[in-house]
């Protein structure tokens, strides 16, 4: 139902201040748009639906459990979005990737490495300074 009035309110071009639906995009900090709507999961869509019935006293404030899901990370070997937050376990090296298993892990070592001995390797990362 939440889909179908946001893309209700993009169609017939409601302002910001008059969309009751759309505007709930910024809780997942994804741009109000009928194209940010439609690459929405359903995970997404419930948290955006969520976020405001969690706000404390400031309705437009993430509360802290809102923003930690709207945290979570996306593996960097499938683009899968994690269920929940810290499911997924970040490069013990780099720590600037996360991964939801060994697998996806292991698959993406080949085109993480460079990158990551680069961040990791003091002599390299001297260099770029």
Known sequence: IFRELATHEFK???TFDDQQFAFMLQFIHKPPTLQSLQKCTDAEILRMVSAPL????DPMA???SAQERVDKKVC???QKAEEFRGDFKQ???CKGVHYCGKECQNKDWKRH???CKAKT???TASRSH
Request: charged share 25%; aromatic share 10%.
């Open 62 to 64: 993430l509360p802290q």
């Open 12 to 14: 017939y071009k409601y």
């Open 91 to 93: 490069c013990s090296a």
């Open 76 to 78: 960097n070997g499938c």
């Open 121 to 123: 390797d003091p002599l």
């Open 54 to 57: 969690e706000a404390s006293a």
């Open 113 to 115: 490495k460079k990158a």
